[in-house]
């Protein structure tokens, strides 16, 4: 039998190498009927402007059904208003400010560093050694994992967390029979680029039709942003009825559970990029049929950190304790949160630090760049006609009330109620009916930043040289192979360890540029002839060149 084969005979015996996923910890047994595959539908810039969540301007029949089949949560929010921070905290669990991910972004191609980036910012983020993408642990418990097509976690996405990701595009096909998989499919058609590219094209729904937020002027900009966007969201909806429709067609519905949410708020000025309701509320919406009531609706306060040790409660593997999420679901289902946090830190070439706390009834944010303005220029952004034409009209002195705010110097606290003031245009920070309130959320923030070590006010200039020492990428060591227990005549087994501590580690016996790695887990067991070929990785580090070694078994 080959290594690709046995890995599941294999799953429980562990190697004691640096880099072997330590499974006893975090599995559960379970048998192949109880676990679940698992689909995520991921979409970006989305608020929940959606039929189901009361959005009567767009139709969306598709997504309306599948949260009548599951249940859909109310108050979602992402840890940060933009795309890779965000992603960062889901992949890993963790708070970006936490690990040092929740600068937007950290890598680029080195054609846009000074552009969309401070001059001389281009490096990978590198986690604490003991962080994971949760997807390790799934593939070490036997799930297929793949992704099509979006990682951007600040780090570059490791070889060990995917069976096949962005470099080799897949989905459910391609694993064992009777293997469970988790599946991330992207939609990018709701991302702020699709409102604006090409900015000739008229939208379909009437522009007129549109009741617009407060704090936008009312004016022919803001509104055919606004509809591109309700065009595009139609379009998602069509994409995910056919991913559904096709999910049927195999025969997986039953025994899949569907997670649909959005990354982040919606792709315009005062939301995405910033902490603000518009910026962080999201759809989430979940279907498992036998587990979720049909047409449940739940209120509770749900942070996207929780996404990844949710899916990791249902699959029946122990959620790791450094995890700061928590399972919404499942055998490991934790009490409702009573506050969930939200960070902004620099966005492409602008700093910035902004903190926020919300319950259900207040929001409370705290700004730390007071020299910085609300209407902080960003290029990519910028390039929004309905930012322009805001800018605009701010020059020619014609913002008033709600709209103008957002051109006023920036104010170091901010209160809102949210259940009088959802769109967050009553800053109730000098309020003095509401101080008790204000000082509650103000010692709520400080003691999560300070229990969660936030770095946001560490500069990034110290936070690089934390990570890469001299700017200079560090590197994982070479994987070292020794032979493993026991002594037998027809099979060779081997252990794997690397000496860089965090590193996970990748093997494969396939040829070629784009091989499938899989994840070293445990003693191999090796009963024919192959070359083996390995490497490690430590997130934020550059790869360990290849170890390749050649293994003739004697029958």
């Not at 190498?17 to 192949?32: C, D, F, K, M, S």
């Not at 309701?277 to 999201?282: E, L, N, P, S």
């Not at 070292?480 to 990748?506: D, F, H, M």
Request: aromatic share 10%; proline share 8%; glycine share 6%.
């Amino acid at each position: 039998m080959s290594d690709k084969m046995n890995r599941r005979e294999f799953i429980n015996v562990m190697g004691t190498g640096t880099a072997a996923i330590v499974l006893p910890n975090y599995i559960t047994q379970r048998t192949e009927k109880e676990r679940p595959n698992i689909l995520w539908i991921s979409a970006e810039d989305l608020s929940p402007d959606l039929g189901c969540y009361g959005y009567d301007l767009v139709r969306t029949p598709n997504i309306d059904r599948l949260a009548s089949e599951g249940i859909r949560y109310t108050n979602a929010f992402t840890v940060a208003g933009v795309c890779a921070p965000s992603r960062s905290a889901i992949i890993t669990g963790m708070y970006p400010s936490t690990i040092g991910s929740m600068h937007m972004r950290t890598w680029m191609e080195p054609k846009y560093v000074g552009i969309y980036s401070p001059p001389g910012i281009n490096y990978e983020c590198v986690p604490p050694p003991y962080v994971k993408c949760f997807t390790e642990y799934l593939r070490a418990s036997g799930y297929y994992c793949t992704n099509r097509a979006k990682t951007d976690y600040q780090f570059k996405s490791p070889v060990t967390a995917w069976d096949r990701d962005q470099n080799n595009y897949g989905d459910w096909e391609g694993r064992e029979n009777g293997q469970p998989f988790f599946c991330v499919i992207n939609h990018m058609i709701t991302h702020e680029s699709k409102m604006r590219i090409p900015l000739e094209k008229d939208p379909i729904i009437d522009p007129e039709s549109i009741e617009l937020p407060p704090y936008y002027p009312d004016s022919p900009a803001f509104r055919r942003d606004w509809a591109r966007n309700l065009d595009n969201i139609e379009t998602l909806d069509k994409q995910v009825g056919e991913l559904l429709d096709r999910l049927e067609k195999d025969g997986l519905a039953e025994n899949t559970a569907v997670f649909f949410w959005g990354d982040h708020g919606r792709g315009l000025a005062r939301a995405k990029q910033w902490i603000y309701d518009a910026g962080i509320h999201v759809p989430l919406i979940i279907r498992w049929p036998g587990a979720i009531k049909p047409g449940t609706v739940c209120d509770d306060l749900i942070s996207f950190i929780d996404l990844g040790p949710t899916v990791l409660s249902i699959a029946g593997v122990n959620v790791p304790s450094y995890m700061q999420g928590q399972a919404l679901l499942g055998a490991q289902k934790a009490p409702p949160r009573d506050y969930i946090f939200a960070i902004s830190d620099r966005m492409d070439e602008t700093y910035d630090t902004i903190r926020a706390v919300r319950d259900k009834n207040y929001k409370y944010i705290r700004n730390y760049w007071l020299s910085v303005p609300y209407s902080k220029h960003i290029t990519y952004s910028d390039m929004m006609p309905s930012m322009q034409e805001w800018r605009k009209l701010d020059k020619e002195g014609k913002l008033k009330g709600p709209s103008k705010l957002f051109f006023e110097p920036r104010k170091p606290e901010e209160l809102y109620d949210i259940r009088v003031d959802p769109h967050e245009i009553n800053n109730l920070a000098n309020d003095p009916e509401h101080q008790d309130v204000l000082q509650k959320m103000r010692k709520v923030l400080e003691d999560w930043m300070k229990e969660t070590k936030d770095l946001g006010l560490v500069p990034e200039e110290v936070l690089i040289e934390m990570m890469w020492p001299g700017k200079v990428q560090p590197k994982t060591d070479l994987p070292e192979i020794r032979p493993g227990s026991g002594t037998y005549s027809s099979s060779v087994k081997l252990k794997i360890t690397c000496s860089t501590e965090g590193a996970s580690i990748a093997y494969t016996t396939e040829s070629g540029d784009n091989p499938h790695w899989l994840l070293y887990t445990g003693e191999l067991t090796l009963d024919k002839n192959v070359e083996l070929r390995i490497k490690a990785i430590r997130y934020g580090y550059a790869e360990s060149p290849e170890v390749k070694a050649k293994y003739i078994i004697m029958s």
